[in-house]
């Protein structure tokens, strides 16, 4: 099974700085990795897909990078809505999995 | 695309239950579908997979052989059948598309979500 790591856990920021969260994969994925915001109660949303791919209608100040086995999730500059949990997904092979997660949260 | 799960509630470890998400606003035939959970309090799981036209399946090793994936693509409704629960999978079960091509992957919409507790 491919295993997903995400750094940091946890993360401590303030609206309008810049940050960047980590998905590291046991293996090479080629560049089946997508992106998720999940807030309190709610159900997750697609953010990025295909590792850099931003889903239609979500801010571009969210970004993705990486292929192979390292991946980044980058928010230019972070706004009132963007604290939430932030999840990273393997599509390239059963059985797919999801990083830990990554919580960022207000400073 | 409206996603809408029911059927979830209260069992007794050894129980079943199955789950329905009703689709709507897209093809749903022509849509892979999923199921993915998570436990209170933790992150996100997959569980299941199914083809659009249902012929195949995949599952998660901690609910194969208990968990059946099914689809009726005359009523735009997945299912879940959960058989010989388990504390353990007591969690918010989440219904999604899946987008399963070779240019994008994704599990692009969700339902909002439904409670499976399973406790004596």
């Known amino acids: 099974d491919i295993q997903l790591t995400q750094s940091p856990s946890f993360l401590s920021a303030s609206v309008g700085d810049r940050v960047t969260i980590t998905c590291r994969a046991s293996q090479g994925i080629s560049s089946y990795l997508a992106w998720y915001q999940q807030k309190p109660g709610k159900a997750p949303k697609l953010l990025i897909y295909s590792a850099s791919s931003l889903r239609s209608g979500v801010p571009s100040r969210f970004s993705g990078s990486g292929s192979g086995s390292e991946f980044t999730l980058t928010i230019s500059s972070l706004q009132p809505e963007d604290f939430a949990t932030y999840y990273c997904q393997q599509l390239d092979d059963y059985p797919l999995t999801f990083g830990p997660g990554t919580k960022l949260d207000i400073k | 695309v409206h996603l809408v799960e029911s059927g979830g509630g209260l069992v007794q470890p050894g129980g079943s239950l199955r789950l329905s998400c009703a689709a709507s606003g897209f093809t749903f035939s022509t849509y892979a579908m999923t199921w993915v959970r998570q436990a209170p309090g933790k992150g996100l799981e997959w569980v299941s997979s199914i083809s659009g036209s249902g012929g195949s399946t995949y599952y998660a090793d901690s609910v194969k052989g208990r968990f059946t994936i099914s689809r009726d693509n005359s009523k735009n409704t997945l299912f879940l059948q959960m058989n010989s629960l388990r504390a353990e999978d007591t969690a918010v079960y989440y219904c999604?598309?899946?987008?399963?091509?070779?240019?994008?992957?994704?599990?692009?919409?969700w339902g909002q979500g439904a409670l499976v507790t399973v406790s004596s």
């Open positions: 999604a598309t899946f987008a399963a091509y070779s240019w994008m992957r994704a599990f692009d919409s």
